[in-house]
């Protein structure tokens, strides 16, 4: 029954910014888990970044750490990923995801850890 929304996609120059919103509604048990997943043509699904509720703690994928920020509102249900100094190679459809087991923290990054995901938001950037 739950259902995941992200939005705030578009296009971009290289170098330029954009902040993708995730809101998950729904759940009958409070969220531990939530990440962001990405995909391009002929290329595998990536974990770009998670965060777990419980401690706070957040995780990246190398190719994005230190331009991208995963922040939680646990108020609203709703995550952020702030991309920054966007570059051509984060061209995908990003995906968000949400899980309310314990167990989704040990590998937030990796998609088996989520049952419940968003519709995907492009990100077009251009050179």
């Known amino acids: 029954q739950g259902r995941v929304v992200e939005s705030g996609g578009g296009s971009v120059q290289a170098g330029g910014a954009l902040r993708l919103s995730c809101v998950a509604s729904?759940?009958?048990?409070?969220?531990?888990?939530m990440g962001w997943f990405r995909q391009a043509p002929g290329k595998e699904r990536e974990g770009v970044a998670g965060?777990?509720?419980?401690?706070?703690?957040?995780y990246y994928a190398d190719s994005v750490k230190g331009r991208f920020t995963i922040s939680p509102d646990k108020e609203k249900d709703t995550v952020y990923l702030q991309m920054n100094r966007l570059k051509p190679e984060d061209t995908a459809m990003y995906y968000c995801?949400?899980?309310?087991?314990?167990?989704?923290?040990?590998?937030?990054?990796?998609?088996?850890?989520?049952?419940?995901w968003g519709q995907g938001t492009q990100v077009t950037v251009a050179s």
């Open positions: 729904g759940f009958f048990w409070n969220i531990n888990c």
């Open positions: 995801a949400a899980d309310w087991r314990a167990g989704c923290g040990s590998e937030p990054l990796q998609g088996v850890s989520y049952n419940y």
């Open positions: 965060i777990v509720t419980g401690g706070g703690s957040t």
